[in-house]
């Protein structure tokens, strides 16, 4: 087993760093591309991660949109992607190798998390927040999946 973990390549922070940077810049193309919620994407998303009506799924995101700050969005996404790629440690060099890093960033987005501060723009009772929040955060994540590597 320990000539097998030294026959894998070392995971180097820049490494990191690049893979992290390079799907910050897909999550921003995501989050300002003016067709975001365009009824067939939002009915893909559906059918991928089992959602409700995609005319409802769509409303909420709209609602979202309006309601949560993409720049804070970008950020959490991004250092939940750092977190990932840090936690593969050795197996990095299969995840990258098998084209998993898309699949990846749309397992970060489904995570079960809490808006962090001043990510939404108004009041709202925490479970409302927390609803628009993730609702947007795994779309978000999924549309720049589509586009990423």
């Known amino acids: 087993m320990v000539a097998q973990a030294n026959a894998l390549p070392l995971r180097r922070p820049a490494d990191v760093s690049q ?3 390079a799907a910050t810049m897909a999550l921003r193309d995501a989050a300002a591309h003016r067709d975001l919620l365009a009824y067939q994407d939002v009915a ?17 995101l709209t609602h979202a949109i309006e309601l949560v700050d993409p720049d804070i ?3 959490d996404l991004a250092q939940a ?7 593969a440690g050795p197996l990095l060099p299969q995840v990258i190798a098998s084209g998993g890093l898309p699949y990846l960033l749309v397992l ?5 998390v809490e808006p962090p501060a001043g990510a939404i723009r108004r009041p709202l009772p925490p479970r409302v ?11 978000v994540a999924w549309s720049a999946s589509t586009s990423w590597m």
């Open 108 to 112: 970060v987005g489904l995570d079960d």
């Open 81 to 87: 992607m750092r977190a990932r790629l840090c936690a």
């Open 44 to 60: 893909k998303w559906c059918a991928v991660v089992g959602g409700v009506d995609a005319r409802l799924e769509r409303a909420a």
């Open 19 to 21: 893979l992290v940077a």
């Open 129 to 139: 927040a927390r609803f628009y929040w993730q609702r947007l955060r795994a779309f």
């Open 73 to 75: 969005l970008i950020t």
